[in-house]
């Protein structure tokens, strides 16, 4: 059997779990939650990065970063699959999904900066990511009208890139001034593998 390990707030390790859900593979797959800001032995030891998600094989040989751990199990489950596999909807899906990742990216730093001293604090550094999120969100909006219900890699991100900043940058409202991007959300969100792992302290 397979290990991935994750926790229940990280936004990467969340895309692994969903892709499991989707594809079917939760029998083949033991998720182990740990935490990556301890650098835990057992994680150090797949992933020196002590980042997750990490994923040992059955051969005992280890993948790490998200994209890529999601592309291996989605390949790993067969057809159908959540990666688009033929322009040009290969490639607008994989903008898609690094917009999204950028954007959590970016959402980490402003939420890691908002955890140091007050006094130590860099008030342009947390404004410069929190306008990359205004213009990411903005982006998103200006083409929701062209995103769908279907469930691929691209949309996926989508989805847990917003959950993420209503979890954890509440005060930043993403919907707001993004009606289009709200509907499609308030529709693709309902997939019970979407539900069921929506992020929780813990």
């Known amino acids: 059997m397979m290990t991935l390990f994750v926790s229940?707030?990280?936004p990467f390790a969340r895309k692994a779990r969903v892709v499991?859900?989707?594809r079917g593979l939760e029998e083949r797959v033991k998720q182990e939650i740990t935490n990556p800001w301890q650098s835990e032995a057992r994680l150090l030891a797949v992933n020196p990065l002590s980042q997750?998600?990490?994923l040992v094989l059955e051969d005992g040989s280890a993948l790490i970063d998200s994209p890529v751990i999601c592309a291996y199990l989605d390949e790993l489950a067969g057809p159908p699959v959540l990666h688009p596999q033929t322009a040009p909807a290969k490639w607008i899906d994989r903008r898609r999904t690094a917009l999204a990742d950028g954007m959590i990216d970016a959402a980490i730093l402003v939420v890691m900066e908002s955890r140091r001293p007050e006094d130590k604090r860099h008030a342009p550094w947390s404004e410069a990511q929190t306008a990359k999120l205004a213009r990411g969100?903005?982006?998103?909006e200006a083409e929701a009208e062209s995103l769908n219900s279907t469930l691929t890699m691209g949309t996926l991100s989508i989805v847990v890139a917003l959950d993420?900043?209503?979890?954890r940058l509440p005060g930043l409202n993403w919907r707001a001034g993004r009606p289009k991007l709200a509907a499609w959300?308030?529709?693709?969100?309902?997939?019970p593998s979407l539900i069921a792992t929506r992020p929780v302290e813990g």
């Open 8 to 10: 229940l707030t990280s």
């Open 20 to 22: 499991l859900k989707e």
């Open 52 to 54: 997750i998600p990490a």
């Open 137 to 140: 969100l903005d982006a998103l």
């Open 164 to 167: 993420y900043l209503a979890f």
């Open 185 to 191: 959300y308030d529709v693709v969100s309902q997939r």
